[in-house]
Every structure is written in structure tokens, then in C-alpha cells.
């Protein structure tokens, strides 16, 4: 089994940063695919970035491509989402996810969840 914990979210004003982090354990992540997806108020989940085992791709959702960055490092089993130029929008329960599986399948069914970290966007 792998357990994911995120950690790093808060309250940030519009325009700021934030960087998230996921930490993985029970197993090594370095061979899975990894991901991030958020849950705005009152709206269903949504994929917000994708890396795969090696970093060797990366891909995002449309809403946060140019402003977040998504990176890993195996020798920690961790993963990271750097959020720049935040939105209110962005406002979101952020979730860290992996998969065994291809990296195509962390788009639309991973195999592991993180329990969350609330990002807050003020005015």
C-alpha cells in the first residue's frame, strides 16, 4: 500500500505562490506515475498536473498551465506543485495521487489518494 500526505496549503493573496508537497511512504513511489487534482467548493474534482516515473513528462489541466509547475524527487519519495500567479479560482482542496500503472492512467484513475491540503486565494 502507499500512503500520500500533502502538506503546504494555505491562505495566500491573488498573485501569489504557494508550493505543495506530497509525501509518499509504505513503498517507493519512484516507478509510479504521480499526480495532482483539486475539489473546488460545491464542484466535482478536477486534474490539475501529471509527471511521470522518471520526469520525463509533464502535463497539465488548461485552467493551470504556464502558472503551476509540477516536479519530483524519487530519492525522497516526494512530489511537488509550484502555484504561481494564484487565482481565486484556485481555491481548492488540493489532492495528491499515484498509479501504477501507465502515466496516461493518472489522468483519469489513479490508484492511490492523499487525504488533501485546503489552498485558500484571497483578494
Known amino acids: 500500500q502507499v500512503r500520500l500526505v500533502e502538506s503546504g496549503g494555505g491562505l495566500v493573496q491573488a498573485g501569489g505562490s504557494l508550493r505543495l508537497s506530497c509525501a509518499a511512504s509504505?513503498?517507493?513511489?519512484?516507478?509510479?506515475?504521480m499526480g495532482w487534482f483539486r475539489q473546488p467548493p460545491g464542484k466535482e474534482r478536477e486534474f490539475v498536473a501529471g509527471?511521470?516515473?522518471?520526469?520525463?513528462?509533464?502535463f497539465y489541466g488548461n485552467s493551470v498551465q504556464g502558472r503551476f509547475t509540477i516536479s519530483r524527487d524519487n530519492a525522497k519519495n516526494a512530489v511537488y506543485l509550484q502555484m504561481n500567479s494564484l487565482k481565486l479560482e484556485d481555491t481548492a482542496v488540493y489532492y495528491c495521487?499515484?498509479?501504477?500503472?501507465?502515466?496516461?492512467?493518472?489522468?483519469?484513475?489513479?490508484?492511490?489518494w492523499g487525504q488533501g491540503t485546503q489552498v485558500t486565494v484571497s483578494s
Open positions: 509504505g513503498r517507493s513511489v519512484s516507478n509510479y506515475a
Open positions: 509527471i511521470s516515473w522518471n520526469a520525463g513528462s509533464t
Open positions: 495521487a499515484a498509479t501504477s500503472g501507465p502515466t496516461s492512467q493518472i489522468r483519469g484513475a489513479p490508484d492511490y
